[in-house]
């Protein structure tokens, strides 16, 4: 049996759920790949890159910024699940001035959606205004190859997982409640069906389009030149 490390660099549903669903189905041992899920959120990238990791926008953000080659091989979702929360009765930019909003830093990739958000002036679930593949599967080239028989039996792996997401909503709800933990199962049902069913894909392919309209918008943002295009970036379609 193939092995792999497979970090997470986000904590929570947006980020895990295609590998929690892999691994509860038994995905990956189906498969042939033994995968160690592991913490990667306060990584550096020198330790990140050595193994796959689910975080697309951290990966991109790293290889604009830093140049390590990382490529996305499967895609889960093109709409960040970010929020900005405030308290009842602030429902626009101009309720808050001269008062502070708390972001993640701008090289960050929450901060950096975020950012980019915010300079359309609203405050709102970022993916309904900023469409960006964010989580799947990615690995550097430098340390791992996107062939590996590991990687690929993951990328299978995952997209049997967005499968279930797709074809099985009791069973995929299921998941969300125990992943989730405190909600009741009308609760997991409302946020499958408002945030998960409509927006992960079905098949782990990136959409081109949005893919090179993300990446001119976080150069932009970021102020750094656009080194590569769309499709050198998103290589899903295998």
Excluded at 68 to 81: D, E, S
Excluded at 174 to 182: P, S, V
Excluded at 184 to 189: G, L, N, P, Q
Aim: charged fraction near 20%; charge should be negative; glycine fraction near 8%.
């Amino acid at each position: 049996m193939h092995t792999i490390d497979l970090a997470y660099v986000g904590r929570g549903l947006h980020e895990e759920l295609a590998a929690y669903i892999a691994d509860q189905e038994n995905y990956y041992a189906d498969e042939g790949v033994h995968v160690a899920l592991r913490d990667g959120c306060d990584w550096g990238e020198e330790r990140l890159r050595r193994g796959a990791t689910i975080g697309l926008g951290r990966a991109l953000l790293s290889r604009l910024t830093s140049g390590i080659p990382w490529v996305a091989l499967t895609v889960n979702t093109h709409r960040p699940l970010f929020w900005f929360l405030a308290r009842p009765g602030l429902t626009d930019l101009s309720d808050l001035a001269g008062h502070r909003l708390a972001v993640h830093p701008p090289h960050a990739a929450p901060g950096c959606f975020a950012r980019i958000v915010l300079r359309w002036k609203v405050l709102a679930w970022v993916g309904d205004h900023f469409q960006i593949p964010t989580v799947g599967l990615a690995v550097d080239p430098t340390y791992i190859h996107p062939d590996d028989p590991a990687v690929a039996a993951v990328v299978r792996a995952h997209r049997r997982a967005l499968k279930v997401i797709h074809n099985n909503p009791d069973t995929t709800v299921r998941y969300i409640q125990t992943f989730l933990g405190r909600h009741t199962a009308d609760e997991a049902r409302a946020h499958y069906n408002t945030f998960i069913a409509p927006h992960f894909t079905p098949d782990g392919q990136a959409d081109l389009a949005v893919g090179a309209a993300a990446i001119a918008a976080v150069t932009t943002e970021l102020g750094v030149p656009a080194t590569l295009t769309a499709p050198e970036f998103y290589r899903t379609a295998h």
